[in-house]
């Protein structure tokens, strides 16, 4: 640690670190090291206690905790018959074929909670297959 003593000199060499000369930066950080020396300290002690004071001086923000959207408890019965319609009407592509099997699938599995993406697509392609519907 750093003896608060020094703070006032160090305070006014470590500007001269900037200088455009490089023999003034020389000199100043060999001044810095004499002067941490005299005090029984060296620069891992300065790197070290500038650390202690920016960890406490700054600590990291903290991240807020975003509010999951609802999800809905399951998708509805009339929703899953729509799908079946869809799929024996063939209105659907190979991925959405896949699509619609998985989400029959899970449907029956009593925990399972459909993401909000999963929703929409249902919403689409039961729209889907009421378009291919009444078009018949």
Same mark, same amino acid.
């Given at each position: 640690?750093?003896? $608060? ?5 160090? %305070?006014?060499? *470590?500007?001269? /670190? ?6 003034? @930066? ?43 959207? $609802? ?5 509805? %019965?009339?929703? *899953?018959?729509? /799908? ?6 063939? @209105? ?45």
């Amino acid at each position: 640690m750093i003896s $608060p003593a020094l703070t006032p000199k160090l %305070a006014r060499l *470590l500007p001269r /670190l900037a200088s455009d000369h490089d023999g003034e @930066v020389v000199a100043t950080a060999r001044a810095i090291g004499r002067t941490l020396k005299s005090a029984g300290s060296d620069w891992h002690d300065l790197a070290r206690q500038i650390e202690h004071y920016h960890e406490n001086a700054f600590p990291p923000p903290r991240r807020e905790r975003r509010e999951r959207e $609802p999800r809905s408890s399951a998708i509805s %019965a009339e929703s *899953l018959r729509l /799908l079946r319609e869809g799929r024996r009407l063939d @209105v659907y592509t190979t991925w959405e074929l896949g699509f619609v099997d998985t989400i029959l699938t899970a449907a029956d599995r009593p925990r399972w909670h459909p993401s909000r993406k999963q929703i929409d697509i249902v919403a689409r392609l039961i729209g889907k297959a009421q378009d291919a519907e009444v078009h018949r």
